[in-house]
C-alpha cells in the first residue's frame, strides 16, 4: 500500500473516531477546561447547527473512504466529490468561527475552540483539509464539481432562510432562530450575510479542488 494511502487510512479513522468522540463530548457535557459558554445538549436540538451536520458529515464519509483504500479499491470519482462536499463543510465552519463567530462571542475569542468544540471548529476541520489536499489525490475534479462540494451549504443556507422568515416578530428575529446571528442588525442584512456565505464557501471549495488537483 502505498504511503499516501496509509496516511489517508489513519488520517480518515482519527476523523470518524474524534467525530464520535466529540459528539459524546457534547451530549454528555463532558468539560476538560472551564468555560462559560453554554451549548444545548439535547441531541436533537444541536442538530440544527451546521457545525454538527458538517462534522458528522464529515465523520461518515471519512469512514466510507477508510473501508474503500483498506480494501485496497479504487476511490470511484463520485467519492473523490462526496469528500469534497464533506472537507467543504467542516472548512466553512472553521472559516466561519475563527474570522466571524470567535471574534463576536461574548465569552471571549478562544471560548469556541474549548472542550467539544476544540474538535468540531479545529481539529476535524484542520485534519480533513490536510487529509484531501495532500494524501487524497485519486481523481481530478472539474470546476462543476467545485459547485457541487458547494451543495451542503446551499441546503443548510434554504433552511436557515426559511427558519428566520418563519420567525420574524415586530421586524426582528429571536437569537433562539438565528442563532448564528446573520440578522440580528435587522432582516435586511440577510441580503449581505447569505451571499458572503456563498462566496466564502464558493472560494474554500474552489481553493481545496485547485490545491487536491495539484496533487494529483
Do not use: R
Not at 499516501?4 to 489513519?10: E, L, Q
Not at 474570522?99 to 471571549?108: M, T, V, W
Not at 483539509?129 to 451543495?151: R, W
Amino acid at each position: 500500500m502505498q504511503v499516501k494511502k496509509i496516511i489517508s487510512c489513519v488520517c480518515n479513522v482519527s476523523i470518524f473516531v474524534l467525530m464520535i468522540f466529540g459528539m459524546y463530548v457534547l451530549l454528555k457535557g463532558i468539560k476538560f477546561v472551564d468555560d462559560p459558554l453554554i451549548l444545548p445538549q439535547g441531541p436533537l436540538e444541536i442538530l440544527k447547527y451546521y457545525t454538527i451536520q458538517s462534522n458528522i458529515l464529515m465523520g461518515l464519509i471519512s469512514c466510507v473512504y477508510f473501508i474503500f483504500s483498506i480494501c485496497n479499491k479504487k476511490i470511484p470519482l463520485c467519492l473523490s466529490v462526496i469528500k469534497l462536499m464533506g472537507t467543504v463543510g467542516v472548512s466553512l465552519t472553521l472559516f466561519t468561527v475563527v474570522f466571524y463567530l470567535a471574534p463576536i462571542s461574548s465569552f471571549g475569542y478562544f471560548s469556541l475552540f474549548t472542550n467539544s468544540n476544540f474538535f468540531f471548529h479545529f481539529f476535524i476541520p484542520v485534519l480533513s483539509i490536510i487529509t484531501f489536499c495532500f494524501f487524497e489525490n485519486d481523481n481530478k475534479l472539474s470546476f462543476k464539481q467545485t459547485i457541487i462540494g458547494m451543495s451542503t451549504m446551499f441546503a443548510y443556507a434554504l433552511f436557515y432562510t426559511i427558519n428566520v422568515i418563519t420567525h420574524i416578530e415586530n421586524g426582528a428575529v429571536s437569537p433562539q432562530y438565528d442563532w448564528y446571528f446573520f440578522v440580528h442588525n435587522g432582516l435586511w442584512t440577510i441580503i449581505i450575510s447569505m451571499p458572503a456565505m456563498f462566496l466564502l464557501t464558493f472560494l474554500i471549495s474552489f481553493g481545496l479542488t485547485k490545491l487536491n488537483n495539484k496533487m494529483h
